[in-house]
């Protein structure tokens, strides 16, 4: 069986000239808040490849730097205010939040601008089947079949992994009654008894558990759709930098096996971002409708 490569960079590249058409058509600038707490260095290379890629498409950014002794209530207020801001439209705060700051100020968004659906509110609303937004991760997901042509009503599609992040959103976002959804989804986790009975009955399975080569070629049946969302950096003595970047699906053990497979880097992840920069251009444009 020939396997399909389904590479992000074509799907991100037109979502990325729909931000721009849609950013240029508004009587003012998108604007996205980055709040970054503290000195974590992912945090502050994702936050800055954020701002290169909203320059772009003409999504303006403002990077909030707050130090981690500034505390909770700080950083809470900081986060209360941007949401009041009428010239921003939408607000993400960078994860993970250093020791001694409460994952509650999240809580602070406001709703209308929680672009990445990392509220309990925000979730609510996605669990329920209400207008909000989704975690771009999840998305992206929907986004990748999607741009590949690749049919979710009726097909089973397997989850492994349950993180607020991909897991239950994914399955919310997949259980929806549209085109892009109407699916019959399993969840599987880290409890899951013979997960390989389960992923074995995947039309489309999709790895988000933070597992290296946790999917094997023997937990698949022959011609399953196989999206990899794991990015594990493991270590690798013959790179330049010493280590590499895998998913959480033996990559190698698919070919010949999957109809189609993500890779990875170069799969899911290169999404997200543009998906984040969608939603801001979605929320200026309910502003601008108020």
Same mark, same amino acid.
């Given at each position: 069986?020939?396997?399909? &490569?389904?590479?992000?960079?074509?799907?991100?590249?037109?979502?990325?000239?729909?931000?721009?058409?849609?950013?240029?058509?508004?009587?003012?600038?998108?604007?996205?808040?980055?709040?970054?707490?503290?000195?974590?260095?992912?945090?502050?290379?994702?936050?800055?490849?954020?701002?290169?890629?909203?320059?772009?498409?003409?999504?303006?950014?403002?990077?909030?730097?707050?130090?981690?002794?500034?505390?909770?209530?700080?950083?809470?207020?900081?986060? /209360?205010?941007l949401s009041r801001d009428a010239s921003v439209h939408g607000?993400?705060?960078?994860?993970?939040?250093?020791?001694?700051?409460?994952?509650?100020?999240?809580?602070?968004?406001?709703?209308?601008?929680?672009?990445?659906?990392?509220?309990?509110?925000?979730?609510? &609303?996605?669990?329920?089947?209400?207008?909000?937004?989704?975690?771009?991760?999840?998305?992206?997901?929907?986004?990748?079949?999607?741009?590949?042509?690749?049919?979710?009503?009726?097909?089973?599609?397997?989850?492994?992994?349950?993180?607020?992040?991909?897991?239950?959103?994914?399955?919310?976002?997949? &259980?929806?009654?549209?085109? /892009?959804?109407?699916?019959?989804?399993?969840?599987?986790?880290?409890?899951?008894?013979?997960?390989?009975?389960?992923?074995?009955?995947?039309?489309?399975?999709?790895?988000?558990?933070?597992?290296?080569?946790?999917? /094997?070629?023997?937990?698949?049946?022959?011609?399953?759709?196989?999206?990899?969302?794991?990015?594990?950096?493991?270590?690798?003595?013959?790179?330049?930098?010493?280590?590499?970047?895998?998913?959480?699906?033996?990559?190698?053990?698919?070919?010949?096996?999957?109809?189609?497979?993500?890779?990875?880097?170069?799969?899911?992840?290169?999404?997200?971002?543009?998906? &984040?920069? /969608?939603?801001?251009?979605?929320?200026?444009?309910?502003?601008?409708?108020?």
């Open positions: 069986m020939d396997t399909v &490569l389904l590479k992000g960079k074509a799907v991100a590249g037109e979502i990325r000239q729909d931000v721009a058409r849609r950013a240029a058509a508004l009587p003012f600038d998108p604007a996205l808040a980055i709040v970054l707490v503290g000195d974590d260095p992912a945090s502050a290379y994702y936050s800055a490849s954020i701002e290169r890629a909203a320059t772009k498409v003409g999504v303006a950014t403002r990077l909030v730097e707050l130090e981690a002794s500034e505390g909770t209530e700080r950083v809470a207020s900081s986060i /209360r205010d607000i993400i705060v960078q994860q993970p939040l250093p020791d001694g700051i409460l994952q509650q100020v999240v809580e602070e968004v406001a709703a209308e601008k929680d672009v990445d659906c990392a509220t309990t509110y925000s979730l609510g &609303l996605l669990m329920t089947g209400r207008e909000t937004f989704a975690p771009c991760t999840a998305l992206a997901v929907l986004e990748m079949l999607h741009g590949h042509d690749i049919a979710l009503p009726g097909k089973h599609v397997v989850i492994v992994g349950r993180s607020t992040v991909v897991g239950k959103p994914l399955a919310n976002l997949l &259980l929806r009654k549209s085109e /892009r959804g109407n699916a019959t989804v399993t969840v599987c986790h880290t409890g899951t008894s013979d997960l390989a009975l389960h992923t074995r009955q995947a039309d489309i399975l999709v790895a988000a558990m933070g597992r290296p080569g946790g999917i /094997r070629g023997d937990m698949v049946s022959e011609g399953v759709v196989v999206i990899d969302v794991g990015v594990n950096q493991i270590d690798d003595p013959e790179s330049e930098k010493g280590y590499r970047l895998v998913g959480d699906v033996a990559f190698d053990e698919m070919t010949g096996l999957a109809s189609a497979v993500t890779p990875v880097p170069g799969g899911v992840g290169t999404l997200t971002t543009a998906l &984040l920069l /969608r939603g801001v251009v979605v929320a200026a444009e309910s502003a601008a409708a108020r």
